[in-house]
C-alpha cells in the first residue's frame, strides 16, 4: 500500500480559514473514494468531506456551507478549506484515499 501525508494544520484564529492538503503515492482516481474526516475532543470521527472516484462530493453537517473539497487527480493531491472556523474546528484532520488513512494534521482554532 501507499502513504498518504496530510499538511496545513495549525493555530488559527476564529473567522478565519484554513486549508489542507492532502499528497499519496496511490492513485486518487482509482480510489472508490477519497475523504477527510477529523477528530474533534470529545465526539467521535466525523465525515468533513469526500469525493467519489466519479466526482460527487458529499460534505459533513458540520461544515457544509463553509467546507470546499477539491482534488488533483493527475498529482494525486486533495485539498479542503474551511472558512469561518470556530472553536468547535479544532481537532486532527485526517486524509483516507480508500481505506488509507494518513497520520492526520493538528489544526486548531482559537484565540
Known amino acids: 500500500q501507499g502513504e498518504v501525508v496530510e499538511s496545513g494544520g495549525g493555530l488559527v484564529e476564529p473567522g478565519n480559514s484554513l486549508k489542507l492538503f492532502c499528497a499519496t503515492s496511490m492513485s486518487i482516481a482509482n480510489a472508490s473514494v477519497t475523504s477527510w474526516y477529523r477528530q474533534t475532543p470529545g465526539k467521535q470521527r466525523e465525515l468533513v468531506a469526500s469525493?467519489?472516484?466519479?466526482?460527487?462530493?458529499t460534505y459533513g453537517d458540520s461544515v457544509e456551507d463553509r467546507a470546499t473539497v477539491s482534488r488533483n487527480i493527475a498529482k494525486n493531491t486533495m485539498w479542503l478549506q474551511v472558512n469561518n472556523l470556530k472553536a468547535e474546528d479544532t481537532g486532527v484532520y485526517y486524509c483516507?484515499?480508500?481505506?488509507?488513512w494518513g497520520q492526520g494534521t493538528q489544526v486548531t482554532v482559537s484565540s
Open positions: 469525493i467519489t472516484r466519479y466526482g460527487l462530493i
Open positions: 483516507a484515499v480508500g481505506d488509507k
